[in-house]
């Protein structure tokens, strides 16, 4: 596959940098972090990463907080902050990426289709959390998500 541009920027500045990243996934599936590993070179920084796709992966593997999900659900910016966090701590990263949200068709957790969280932590341990709200079909969606979840580590990397 040819690699998305905004993956292989974030591949160069890592590697620059001489940091790694792990991802923490739900509505995304592994894309993420394919979306990584496509790019050549990617094993310099990638460590790996979790597709916690049920919500009792994102509460037992990754350590959500059970009060957090049972009050607000998977699909909320704390629990995609945690999930950052935790796979950080997991994995042994500099960096953790997460991605919550539905993809649709329809709505899930009374929330509707294209509603996303991109949660990020980094050195420092500065949590962000970044709403989206993406239109389109699942694929679309999915597709988008990944796109952002990049762009917004690319912002950060940048600072």
Do not use: N
């Not at 959500?64 to 909320?76: I, P, Q, S």
């Not at 998500?145 to 950060?156: H, I, K, P, Q």
């Amino acid at each position: 596959m040819t690699p998305l541009p905004v993956a292989v920027e974030v591949v160069r500045l890592l590697r620059e940098r001489g940091e790694t990243i792990a991802c923490a996934e739900s509505l995304t599936g592994g894309l993420l972090c394919a979306a990584l590993v496509d790019v050549p070179g990617a094993s310099d920084v990638v460590v790996g990463g979790v597709v916690s796709y049920a919500t009792r992966v994102k509460r037992d593997v990754l350590g959500v907080d059970a009060r957090l999900l049972a009050e607000h659900g998977a699909v909320d910016p704390g629990t995609a902050v945690q999930m950052a966090d935790h796979v950080r701590r997991l994995l042994d990263a500099d960096w953790g990426l997460s991605t919550t949200g539905v993809a649709g068709p329809g709505p899930s957790e009374d929330k509707p289709a294209g509603t996303v969280f991109v949660g990020l932590d980094g050195p420092g341990h500065r949590l962000q959390s970044e709403p989206l709200h993406l239109d389109g079909d699942r694929d679309a969606v999915r597709r988008g998500t990944v796109g952002a979840a990049l762009s917004s580590l690319v912002a950060r990397l940048c600072e």
